[in-house]
């Protein structure tokens, strides 16, 4: 067993990665051969992510706030406060706070075997995002 009891500090979303502003705590990224990593992302409004993919899918547990989620081709879902999202394994999405809200997950990933969480395919479209 190991108690962790001081973490990185909290880092902002990079650019290429977001829209708006975004701040990454990361809870857990144990040695291996464990391949686990888990965020704390908190969405100011209007922020989300660019869309991407994840080599062995995703969890997202809401903890705060009220968000949006999409997968390529489907309808933007709305996200609250207690829901939980599972991401299938190379699905197109992407996911961030509403248009009006604060919003905060935990998001939960297993690394693909070189160390990659997710692969980023690019903005969506303004257009794109509801106002």
């Not at 975004?22 to 990224?29: C, G, K, R, S, T």
Request: net charge negative.
């Amino acid at each position: 067993m190991q108690i962790t009891r001081k973490r990185p500090d909290t880092r902002q979303g990079p650019a290429e990665n977001f829209t708006g502003t975004v701040w990454l705590d990361e809870l857990a990224a144990p040695e291996p051969p464990s391949r686990i990593r888990m965020f704390s992302v908190h969405f100011t409004p209007g922020a989300h992510t660019a869309w991407h993919t994840h080599p062995h899918g995703q969890v997202l547990h809401v903890t705060e706030g009220e968000g949006l989620v999409q997968r390529k081709g489907g309808a933007v879902e709305t996200i609250r406060t207690g829901d939980t999202v599972w991401i299938e394994p190379g699905e197109w999405h992407w996911h961030g706070a509403g248009p009006r809200t604060f919003m905060t997950h935990l998001a939960v990933v297993e690394a693909a075997e070189d160390g990659t969480t997710a692969d980023w395919h690019g903005h969506v479209d303004p257009a794109n995002y509801p106002s």
